[in-house]
């Protein structure tokens, strides 16, 4: 078996900076390309080590964590220890996905590459075999596109389930709960009431009240039944000006409901002063959440200012 030491420095050079470069993405830190690529030539410089009388060094745990403290110090410096920590826990959690996955897509495609003490082992040409250089070059990059837009998909989702809130709703003496999604853009409001609205799927009406009454409520159908069902709806149905890029009609049936429950962090906000407007579509495409809560119904305003 043959090692060329340059070419294992050179791909680990590289996987280290995209490394470095994915924990700052994740972190939101701003990107100080000196620093990461003096953070890169540290990193890759275990190649030479390894091969060092120092060597025997690390293979010991404290070593290792010294080693990546001192990488995550260039990187990113250090202001205070928490900043530091959370900067180093980071790249090592990174560190350990992107070579899941790697280890992963190996037994996946039966790729020949080996792997020997944390090192790939070369053995077909100054450049080793192309199959495994093609898995390591192309496989890497592909784990690393893909681990970036995962953190970016969970930070969205994490900051939308802050957001997210239980809903207890009384319409015309039935009651349903639902995932509210606090909106702070929200600022629809019905202009002759003043009353701030907040927006509902139609859907959770249908079991209630059934499809066809709460459609033709919806829709302001000509041969609404002034009877029974579509009574009560009726009743308490108003026109409320509204229109979004793909909406057709310029207004949105608002309901008035009998009242309205938010639940959040442990506080309990009850109104009566309130409009549901509904929406005949899906308002998230996963379901998370089946209405909008306007913020004027828990940010700051006591329940008994909203009743």
């Given amino acids: 078996m043959t090692l060329y030491i340059d070419v294992i420095w050179l791909l680990n050079l590289c996987i280290d900076y995209l490394l470095i470069a994915l924990t700052a993405l994740v972190l939101k830190r701003r990107f100080h390309h000196i620093r990461m690529i003096l953070g890169a030539l540290f990193a890759s410089l275990i190649v030479f080590l390894m091969f060092s009388p120092v060597a025997s060094l690390f293979n010991e745990p404290w070593m290792k964590f010294l080693y990546s403290g001192v990488i995550v110090w260039i990187v990113f410096g250090y202001k205070r220890l928490k900043y530091f920590l959370q900067g180093l826990l980071m790249f090592y959690f990174v560190a350990f996905m992107t070579g899941g996955g790697l280890f992963a897509l190996h037994y996946f495609w039966h790729t020949e590459i080996e792997v020997l003490n944390g090192m790939a082992q070369v053995n077909s040409g100054y450049f080793g075999s192309g199959i495994s250089w093609v898995f390591v070059l192309i496989g890497f990059p592909l784990i690393w596109y893909f681990s970036k837009h995962r953190f970016d998909t ?3 989702k994490r900051v939308q389930y802050d957001q997210i809130v239980d809903v207890d709703i009384s319409v015309a003496g039935y009651t349903f709960r639902a995932k509210g999604l606090i909106d702070s853009g929200n600022q629809l409001s019905d202009p002759l009431t003043k009353k701030p609205v907040m927006i509902i799927e139609a859907k959770l009406l249908y079991p209630f009240f059934g499809e066809q009454a709460v459609t033709n409520i919806l829709d302001f159908h000509e041969h609404v039944n002034e009877e029974g069902v579509e ?77």
């Fill in 154 to 156: 969970i930070e969205m």
């Fill in 231 to 307: 009574k009560k709806l009726l009743e308490r149905a108003s026109i409320i000006p509204y229109q979004v890029i793909g909406q057709s009609q310029p207004f949105l049936t608002g309901l008035r409901p009998d009242k309205v429950i938010i639940y959040q962090q442990g506080e309990r906000f009850e109104t009566k002063n309130v409009l549901l407007g509904l929406q005949d579509k899906d308002l998230s495409p996963d379901g998370i959440f089946q209405c909008i809560v306007h913020p004027k119904l828990v940010l700051g305003v006591s329940t008994d200012k909203l009743a």
